[in-house]
Nanobody, 114 residues
Framework: QVQVVESGGGLVQPGGSLKLSCTAS????????IGWFRQAPGKEREGVSCISDRGDRTHYADSVKGRFTISRDNAKNTVYLQMNSLKPEDTGLYYC???????WGQGTQVTVSS
């Protein structure tokens, strides 16, 4: 049984940082591209960033370019999202997805507020 789990969310002040982690059991993430998505209250889920299976290609939404960094450690079966210079509009439930599969995590809440 495959389980994808996100962690690292929390409450942070504007300008602060958080590092999210995505790991899985029952599946080697090293075989797949991984995407981070977020959903704010009342809004549709949007793509934030993704990384290729080997980590040599990354993509970012315009809204997070220069502030967020996606990375992976395949030896630890984990993908990370480093989020710096956080803004209130970054608030939402952050999910990771094993790309092109039905495997999503349950999400981790990020709240940016003073």
């Amino acid at each position: 049984q495959v389980q994808v789990v996100e962690s690292g969310g929390g409450l942070v002040q504007p300008g602060g940082s958080l590092k999210l982690s995505c790991t899985a059991s029952g599946l080697s993430l090293a075989d797949w591209a991984i995407g981070w998505f977020r959903q704010a209250p009342g809004k549709e889920r949007e793509g934030v960033s993704c990384i290729s299976d080997r980590g040599d290609r990354t993509h970012y939404a315009d809204s997070v370019k220069g502030r967020f960094t996606i990375s992976r450690d395949n030896a630890k079966n984990t993908v990370y999202l480093q989020m710096n210079s956080l803004k209130p509009e970054d608030t939402g439930l952050y999910y990771c997805r094993v790309q092109t599969t039905p495997y999503w995590g349950q999400g981790t809440q990020v709240t940016v507020s003073s």
